[in-house]
């Protein structure tokens, strides 16, 4: 494993500096690179042209002469002139937390449209960085920043750079189109869509594939859930059927984290819109951990950057094989679950259908045997709770929402 120092900018009202140092040491284990020490410092005793106190430099370059590393990572955004300065004191590349999340991101795309997104993201962090970036790249083999676009990069200028930003976006256009045309064809069948959010690594593709194995639906390939920060980047959606209920899609979204790069959330919007889209949030959130209130706010506001305030949400507190803490009054509707022992998922399908279904009510229609098409759109869009056969007629008793009620109310018994 290459080896790196780590540098805290401590501007946080609690002390949570620990904490972000911690995710940032996870972060670089994702790249596989060992964070061996870290440093910190008050964020008003930094400099403008350093982003650290000169001596706090001077102690780091003293660490670096004794203990070659071949990375200092900063958790916080650097200026192009900062890195530029920080690389002729330390004599190494000098990296921030915004880069280091580019290439994981970058690592862990597989599919087209997540190698597009990400490879718009870098360009636009690297685009005001090119000079400041370009001696730390060469003195690298294969090291941070040059996964996805790569050595190529560094070999264009700002013009060129906006070249093969058009380019790569009308690409993504193409490919946002179709996905926007097979969502507008979910929601044409009326079927409900509910979205799973949260911090990254708090369980929700674990969820996704909890609800999956106990569906009727004959889909049930399982996503990935490593122990790992964005063990995934895709967008995965799933039909839920469970029996005597009436069915549903299920979609995970990427993972959330403080400080999550601004253009990773502009390049990934298209995916995000599933999210603005959904008729319920699942808010999936790790109990265990020690700062999940700091993590359930970080959620919370990159929710609010994309929009979406006004999709009724359940907090799905996970984890509770972990810990015995109480659930917190703030968060409604809520409950508690371990997605790895399976504990209490009955009871979280009950919530879920009792909020995404809300406003459906009872109603009884009989329908002539020749009108297949209408039974059919009850079969298909309603929860059917009784079916009998009178002569020439058909009397289904279902569960069916507003939109549908007043399509079929000349049905109605």
């Known amino acids: 494993m290459q080896k790196a120092i780590a540098v805290g900018i401590d501007k946080f009202k609690k002390n949570l500096l620990a904490y972000q140092l911690d995710e940032l040491k996870n972060l670089a284990k994702g790249l596989n690179i060992d964070v061996i020490k870290t440093f910190s410092q008050e964020h008003r005793l ?19 002469q004794e203990t070659p590393v071949t990375y ?3 958790n916080d955004e650097l200026t192009s002139t900062q890195i530029r300065n920080l690389e002729a004191v330390f004599d190494c590349a000098v990296i921030d937390r915004t880069l280091l999340i ?15 997104q990400v490879e718009i993201a870098q360009l636009n962090y690297l685009k005001p960085r090119l000079s400041a970036l370009r001696a730390s790249f060469e003195q690298q083999q294969g090291g941070i920043g040059q996964k996805g676009p790569g050595e190529k990069k560094l070999e264009l200028d700002r013009r060129k750079i906006d070249r093969e930003l058009k ?6 256009d193409a490919i946002v189109r179709v996905r926007k045309t097979n969502r507008k064809t979910r929601s044409e069948g009326r079927i409900r869509n ?25 889909q049930k390939q399982s996503v990935s859930a490593k122990d790992q920060l964005f063990a995934t980047l895709e967008t995965s959606t799933r039909r839920i059927e469970i029996k005597d209920r009436k069915p549903f899609t299920l979609t995970d979204t ?21 999210i603005t889209e959904a008729d319920l949030l699942l808010h999936v959130i790790d109990f265990s951990h020690p700062y999940y209130l700091d993590q359930i706010v970080t959620t919370n506001q990159v929710l609010d950057e994309l929009g979406v305030d006004d999709i009724e949400t359940l907090y799905v507190f996970n984890k509770i094989d972990l810990t ?29 259908h009792q909020l995404l279904f809300k ?24 929860h059917v709770l009784d079916t009998t056969y009178e002569n020439n007629t058909v009397r289904i008793k279902a569960k069916v929402d507003p939109v549908l009620k007043r399509q079929l109310k000349a049905y109605e018994v």
């Open 46 to 64: 930094g400099t403008p042209a350093l982003k650290i106190g000169k001596g706090k430099a001077e102690e780091i370059q003293a660490y670096i």
């Open 72 to 74: 200092v990572i900063f």
């Open 102 to 116: 580019l290439d994981i991101f970058a690592k862990r795309a597989k599919t087209k449209e997540a190698m597009l």
């Open 167 to 172: 380019t790569l976006n009308r690409q993504l």
């Open 194 to 218: 509910v979205a799973i959010v949260g911090y990254t690594n708090s369980g929700k593709s674990t969820l996704l594939n909890t609800l999956t194995n106990i569906s009727l639906s004959t």
């Open 254 to 274: 990427i993972g959330f984290i403080s400080q999550l790069p601004h253009e990773l959330i502009e390049s990934f919007k298209s995916t995000l819109e599933e």
């Open 324 to 352: 015995d803490a109480i659930l917190p009054h703030a968060f409604k509707p809520a409950i508690k679950v371990s997605l790895k022992e399976d504990t209490n998922i009955d009871n979280l399908v009950d919530h879920i």
């Open 359 to 382: 406003d459906d009510t009872i109603a009884i229609y009989a329908i002539p045997q020749t009108r297949g098409d209408i039974i059919h759109l009850l079969n298909e869009n309603a």
